[in-house]
T-cell receptor, first 111, second 113 residues
Framework: TQLLEQSPQFLSIQEGENLTVYCNSSSVFSSLQWYRQEPGEGPVLLVTVVTGGEVKKLKRLTFQFGDARKDSSLHITAAQPGDTGLYLCAAWQQAGTALIFGKGTTLSVSS | DTAVSQTPKYLVTQMGNDKSIKCEQNLGHDTMYWYKQDSKKFLKIMFSYNNKELIINETVPNRFSPKSPDKAHLNLHINSLELGDSAVYFC????????????FGEGSRLTVL
């Protein structure tokens, strides 16, 4: 069974701080996705990383895919209260039949 | 227009009852899913349908029965509800297996008393 381990599970920080969320697996994935979920809503895709070593930036968010395509990280610079939410990493099962998710990181940014 | 819509958003019911959740997507996608999100926010795949055909049934009790009348709809019927069924159920769709992103509905929060 393929598993995605996310850490930390909870993160509570002050506005302006930086943070990193990690997603690790013993399996190799062809791509990895990051979603963000706000209360009362479904997850929404932030980014897909495809190539080992790839780095993608979305404003203050930086996503990295490990060289071996087994792990990924999400770094947020100068966090803002609007970044508060549940961050989920996800990857397609080997059979390509379903997207599996990590257990998520709940981020709370206070002003 | 909402891309993936689920109804109802909230369900409160007694143990032993039967309930249904409906899902519709207007994205023209071929593949639809049901996920269960527990109280710890873990999203677990339950079912996957591709073009109305069942692809995945992830060891879900047979009290749960999905039905796909056409590729734009995937409904979930639950018989004999148990306390442990309390969760948020999400419908999602994608163009095809292993293709791109999942588009999620807003979720249906089921509370079994």
């Amino acid at each position: 069974t393929q598993l995605l381990e996310q850490s930390p599970q909870f993160l509570s920080i002050q506005e302006g701080e930086n943070l990193t969320v990690y997603c690790n697996s013993s399996s190799v994935f062809s791509s990895l996705q990051w979603y963000r979920q706000e209360p009362g809503e479904g997850p929404v895709l932030l980014v897909t990383v495809v190539t080992g070593g790839e780095v993608k930036k979305l404003k203050r968010l930086t996503f990295q895919f490990g060289d071996a395509r087994k792990d990924s990280s999400l770094h947020i610079t100068a966090a803002q209260p609007g970044d508060t939410g549940l961050y989920l990493c996800a990857a397609w099962q080997q059979a390509g039949t379903a997207l599996i998710f990590g257990k998520g990181t709940t981020l709370s940014v206070s002003s | 227009d909402t891309a993936v819509s689920q109804t109802p958003k909230y369900l409160v019911t007694q143990m032993g009852n039967d309930k249904s959740i409906k899902c519709e997507q207007n994205l023209g996608h071929d593949t639809m899913y049901w996920y269960k999100q527990d109280s710890k926010k873990f999203l677990k795949i339950m079912f996957s349908y591709n073009n109305k055909e069942l692809i995945i049934n992830e060891t879900v009790p047979n009290r749960f029965s999905p039905k796909s009348p056409d590729k734009a709809h995937l409904n979930l019927h639950i018989n004999s509800l148990e306390l442990g069924d309390s969760a948020v159920y999400f419908c999602a769709s994608t163009r095809g297996p292993e293709v791109g992103e999942l588009f999620f509905g807003e979720g249906s929060r089921l509370t079994v008393l």
